[in-house]
């Protein structure tokens, strides 16, 4: 990033990363410590968090790793508490934590979409009311960003639960944006498309599998590419955005899979 920090207008703004240890999260928190950040790393694996704080600390930045799990309810407030103590204050969270669960909506038992929405929607709401009501209390400013998802736009075959709980999340961060609009603090999510990231694509083969050659940009997304997003989402560069989901894709939601018609049908 070579634009000058102060462009963002986030000099010594603290700043808590949900899932901070690795992919995005881990992007995020490079890309808001060269906005000027302080951060915290919240992370299941305390060692990624450990090697992400280092190398915001490189930067010229205060970091700290957090051992913690979001979702155990009781660590949430304990989560933000400490966040707050350590960073000496808090301004903004990007929560990164979430993923899939692969399966038919025939194949989905009630157990897999209790677990889909706990990971990708329950967590968040406890973790932002957390940390909304960290905020009014101190009558601070912040921005909160979410990670949604282009499943939750639109049918998501063989993730159907996944899908239905980033659509709340969607839902979500606009009744919280309304909520929370009064008490100055904004509240916006990211939708990505196809992003490799190491949990996902670990492998060469596996990142540049078929999907690629037909999304409009011909490539899929990677973490930096979230972090530009959640990065303006969170600097004052968005202060009259909230509620939105921005879609990071490279156009896949953009696209028409069937340009000039269905096929076989020629009258387009
Ligand atoms: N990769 C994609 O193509 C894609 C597309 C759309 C949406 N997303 C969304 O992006 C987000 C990130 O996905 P990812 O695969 O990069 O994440 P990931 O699984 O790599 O998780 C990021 C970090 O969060 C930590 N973490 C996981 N569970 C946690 C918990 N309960 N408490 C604390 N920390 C925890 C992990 O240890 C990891 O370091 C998710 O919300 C996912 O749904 C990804």
Same mark, same amino acid.
């Given at each position: 990033m070579s634009a000058d920090a102060s462009f963002f207008e986030l000099g010594g703004k603290k700043a808590l990363i949900i899932g901070g240890g690795q992919g995005m999260g881990e992007s995020s /928190?490079?890309?808001?410590?060269? $906005?000027?950040?302080?951060?915290?790393?919240?992370?299941?694996?305390? #060692?990624?968090? #450990?090697?992400? $704080?280092?190398?915001?600390?490189?930067?010229?930045?205060?970091?700290?790793?957090?051992?913690?799990?979001?979702? #155990?309810?009781?660590?949430?407030?304990?989560?933000? =508490? !400490? $966040?707050e103590e350590k960073l000496g204050g808090l301004d903004l969270m990007v929560s990164i934590v979430g993923g899939a669960a692969w399966g038919s909506l025939l194949e989905t038992t009630p157990e897999?979409?209790?677990?889909?929405?706990?990971?990708?929607?329950?967590?968040?709401?406890?973790?932002?009311k957390e940390v909304a009501q960290s905020l009014i209390r101190r009558d601070q400013p912040g921005a909160i960003v979410g990670i949604?998802?282009?499943?939750? !736009?639109? $049918?998501?075959?063989?993730?159907? /639960?996944? %899908?239905?709980?980033?659509?709340?999340?969607?839902?979500?961060?606009?009744?919280?944006?309304?909520e929370w609009a009064p008490h100055n603090i904004r509240v916006n999510a990211i939708a990505p498309g196809h992003i490799v990231t190491?949990?996902?694509? #670990?492998?060469?083969?596996? /990142?540049?599998?078929? =999907?690629?050659?037909?999304?409009?940009?011909r490539h899929r997304g990677t973490p930096d590419d979230i972090a530009r997003a959640a990065l303006f989402l969170a600097s004052d560069m968005a202060r009259y955005i909230t509620g939105t989901t921005l879609d990071v894709d490279g156009g896949l939601l953009a696209a028409n899979l069937f340009p000039r018609g269905?096929?076989?049908?020629?009258? %387009?």
């Open positions: /928190a490079l890309f808001l410590a060269r $906005a000027g950040c302080d951060v915290a790393l919240v992370d299941l694996v305390p #060692d990624r968090a #450990d090697v992400v $704080a280092e190398k915001v600390r490189a930067l010229g930045r205060q970091a700290f790793a957090i051992s913690g799990n979001v979702l #155990d309810d009781d660590q949430i407030p304990l989560i933000v =508490a !400490q $966040a897999i979409w209790d677990q889909q929405m706990h990971l990708n929607l329950r967590y968040f709401f406890l973790v932002a949604a998802s282009v499943d939750g !736009q639109r $049918a998501a075959p063989m993730r159907g /639960a996944y %899908g239905a709980a980033k659509a709340g999340l969607i839902s979500l961060v606009q009744t919280m944006a309304v190491p949990r996902l694509f #670990d492998t060469p083969q596996r /990142a540049e599998g078929y =999907a690629a050659s037909l999304l409009p940009m269905l096929p076989g049908n020629n009258q %387009g």
